[in-house]
């Protein structure tokens, strides 16, 4: 092999690694969790909604910037870099990411089973655990790395394509929209803490980076193109946010009334139904069950990249099978439970905002102090500033939102 097919060979390899490090967070980000929740809040708040959109993008923005670069830099996994910077402290983020990855994935099969029950009928109990044991196979495949790359891919442009369809049929009022995201009638701190949570909460924060550091995309001579992919998935995102935001914000806007209450409410189905008809309701079971099958893989894998912290030597067919346990264990609890889906996913991303501050608190003093353990990298002065100023603003959002969280649950 010459050396100029060895390096079209690297840059391939780290471009397919880019790829689907920007589509593990995007995905991630963009979950059931996130669908409910901007369904929930936007036919409670309407335009206003708009400001928590704009809140939770820039939010985003500065947390993966932060997170993405330190973990390249130290070319360590977030759990093994909070021991290194403050020993002990990986082991609660890692039981803390862990769980809120649990709630989240139970949620996520939910999510699953409401999309496979708009898209063609079936009970949403089944549709759950048919897309729970689908993930397990897929896991459980000698290739189950290229799949899940391929599988997030595909379904992440199937998801951005429907959602632009729903958001022109629609027809939402713009000027409205544009006017409120920077000049709101309302500002709630648990709706933006919860949509927060839903989109760069808990495990969320560490999908992209982690799967980075999986495939060796690490180190002060990728920063530059790990930057670039950061920001490149924090555009998909955005955008995705904004668009399934018009997309219901047109229902509500004319007059339809979505109810957010009770046991089946599925606001999401209902406001992609009173868009486009029955197709509408079935573009939307296709949105949300891919957005929930890549959530479940997104959110297993990077819970259990966190179990290295108990466990370092264990080999990646193992991290597989343990894949596989966590996410039979999150679909047992969803059939046993039998929770409401939506009050669930809305509860899951408050709690995954809860546990955002902490983690984002142990990143930024590795970069403000713990030059050493990035090879004696000087960190950009300008981004620990936005750090340090979203750490306190996540931490100022938990502590006002913990109350009306949990009283989520009380839907359930």
């Not at 036919?43 to 400001?51: D, E, L, Q």
């Not at 713009?174 to 009638?185: F, I, N, R, S």
């Not at 709630?188 to 909460?201: C, E, L, P, R, Y």
């Not at 003093?365 to 979203?390: E, I, N, Q």
């Amino acid at each position: 092999m010459t050396p100029t097919q060895t390096a079209q060979d690297f840059t391939k390899a780290r471009r397919s690694s880019l790829i689907a490090a920007i589509f593990m967070m995007a995905t991630s980000a963009i979950g059931p969790g996130f669908i409910t929740q901007t369904a929930t809040f936007t036919a409670k708040m309407g335009a206003a909604f708009a400001f928590g959109i704009l809140a939770s993008i820039l939010i985003d923005f500065v947390v993966q910037l932060n997170v993405w670069r330190i973990v390249s830099l130290t070319r360590m996994r977030a759990s093994d870099l909070a021991n290194k910077a403050i020993p002990g402290s990986g082991y609660v983020l890692a039981v803390l990411v862990i769980f809120g990855g649990l709630v989240f994935n139970v949620g996520n099969i939910a999510g699953a089973g409401l999309g496979l029950n708009a898209l063609m009928g079936l009970d949403a109990k089944w549709g759950g655990s048919l897309s729970a044991l689908l993930a397990i196979g897929i896991f459980l495949s000698h290739r189950a790395g290229l799949a899940v790359d391929r599988l997030i891919v595909v379904l992440g442009l199937v998801m951005i394509g429907m959602t632009l369809f729903v958001a022109f049929a629609s027809n939402p009022p713009l000027g409205e929209a544009l006017y409120q995201t920077v000049l709101p009638d309302e500002i709630n701190f648990a709706t933006i803490t919860t949509i927060v949570g839903g989109t760069v909460g808990g495990y969320i924060t560490y999908a992209g980076a982690h799967k980075l550091l999986d495939r060796g995309t690490t180190g002060v001579e990728n920063l530059e193109a790990v930057t670039k992919a950061a920001l490149s998935g924090i555009l998909v995102t955005g955008l995705m946010r904004y668009i399934l935001f018009l997309a219901i914000l047109g229902v509500v806007a004319s007059g339809v009334i979505i109810d957010t209450s009770g046991q089946g409410a599925n606001p999401a189905a209902q406001a992609f139904q009173a868009a486009a008809g029955q197709i509408g309701l079935r573009v939307f079971g296709l949105i949300l069950w891919a957005a929930s099958i890549t959530s479940v893989i997104g959110a297993a894998y990077t819970s259990i990249s966190f179990i290295t912290v108990f466990k370092p030597n264990i080999t990646e067919q193992g991290r597989n099978r343990a894949t596989t346990v966590f996410i039979a264990l999150s679909l047992l609890i969803f059939v046993v439970m039998g929770t409401a889906p939506a009050a669930l996913l809305l509860f899951a991303g408050g709690f995954n905002g809860l546990i955002l501050p902490i983690g984002l608190s142990i990143f930024i003093y590795v970069g403000w102090r713990r030059s050493d353990l990035m090879d004696g990298y000087h960190y950009p002065r300008w981004l620990l500033v936005l750090g340090a100023l979203t750490c306190l603003l996540t931490w100022y959002m938990a502590i006002n939102s913990v109350v009306p969280i949990f009283a989520f649950l009380n839907v359930a």
